[in-house]
């Protein structure tokens, strides 16, 4: 069984939570407070040295870290993934996207705006953080206009990366109203079957 360390607000683990419910995979669900330094002790930064969740334990022992290499693993054979050359590097597009023009603005002002205080100088980083966030999201809206998926008209682990903060971004202050393509997205993600919200809890035993 895989065991996941995690810690439940994070959008970045509930890309793997999610993608393992719809799989249908059991796991235990290890959870860690990283706003108490959880991460940064020497067992857990035995497993994973840059001492960030998730972090996914294989049946074998093994460690795998960085939450989109994760999705990619565990996709790897199934619907959630294309077989397709072209697909499969358009997904990674999207995922790479998403850690490098979508996760450091949405993301980061979401987490600045619940987990810091008042007083924290980071909160001087968020206007900056906002404007680039949107221009995330035009980009998304733009690519959802004539799409209802985000590659090849099918729910894949691009989305699964996307929708993570996406649907949350409003704890960070986003108004996502001006983006309806994004909206019906949301919604249809949503529906998927097997769908677990960001706070999901695996009961115990799978």
């Keep these: 069984m895989f065991t996941l360390y995690d810690f439940l607000d994070s959008g970045n683990g509930h890309k793997v939570r999610l993608l393992l419910a719809q799989l249908g995979h059991a ?33 074998d022992g093994t460690f795998l870290a960085e939450s989109g290499a994760i999705l990619w693993y565990l996709a790897e054979g199934t619907p ?12 990674l597009q999207w995922m790479f996207f998403e850690q490098y023009s979508h996760e450091p603005y949405i993301a980061t002002t979401r987490f600045i ?41 099918r729910y894949t682990i691009a989305d699964i990366a996307l929708y993570a903060y996406t649907h949350v971004a409003d704890q960070g202050r986003f108004d996502l109203s001006g983006y309806p393509n994004v909206l019906t997205w949301l919604g249809r993600v949503k529906d998927q079957p097997k769908y677990v919200p960001i706070t999901y809890r695996q009961p115990a035993g799978g």
Excluded: C, W
């Design 27 to 59: 796991y235990e669900l290890v959870e860690l407070d990283i706003m108490q330094g959880a991460t940064r002790t020497p067992e857990f930064l035995a497993r994973n040295p840059n001492g960030r969740i998730p972090t996914l334990q294989l049946d």
């Design 80 to 91: 959630f993934l294309p077989s397709e050359r072209l697909a499969r590097a358009q997904v």
């Design 113 to 153: 705006i619940r987990h810091l205080p008042e007083d924290s100088p980071r909160r001087a980083e968020i206007p900056d953080r906002m404007k680039r966030g949107y221009d995330a999201l035009a980009v998304m809206e733009k690519h959802l206009a004539t799409r209802r998926f985000f590659v090849g008209e």
